[in-house]
Nanobody
Framework: VQLVESGGGLVQSGGSLTLSCAAS????????MGWYRQAPGSEREMVAP???????DYAGSVWGRFTVSRDNSKNTVDLQMNSLKPEDTAVYYC?????????????????WGKGTLVTVSS
């Protein structure tokens, strides 16, 4: 699975940005798609994954401000970010999970995009 992100950039506090991610390759095996981020000096954290047919799972810090939308027909996942704050500054990564199931159980294979930088100025 290959993932390509777009849409990052510089925005003022309170502004909006939309990130997009397009998947190619073994797309028929993708179980989950969504977004993670990594701020300078911090570990990568979950932002908004969409697992299977479930509703999106948002991090508490972005609840009510970010909206993730997954389009299985286009193999894309977008992240609409509103009311951005300086603490949202990070490299945002698109993630896809391929779940491989055998008689012995399931294994999740994680795929990552190269990341797109979002900078929110105060």
């Amino acid at each position: 699975v290959q993932l390509v992100e777009s849409g990052g950039g510089l925005v003022q506090s309170g502004g909006s940005l939309t990130l997009s991610c397009a998947a190619s390759g073994r797309i028929q095996d993708i179980y989950s798609m969504g977004w993670y981020r990594q701020a300078p000096g911090s570990e990568r954290e979950m932002v908004a994954p969409v697992r299977g047919s479930s509703s999106p799972d948002y991090a508490g810090s972005v609840w009510g401000r970010f909206t993730v939308s997954r389009d299985n027909s286009k193999n894309t996942v977008d992240l609409q970010m509103n009311s951005l704050k300086p603490e949202d500054t990070a490299v945002y990564y698109c993630n896809a999970v391929v779940r491989v199931t055998t008689i012995e159980g399931s294994t999740d294979l994680n795929y990552w995009g190269k990341g797109t930088l979002v900078t929110v100025s105060s």
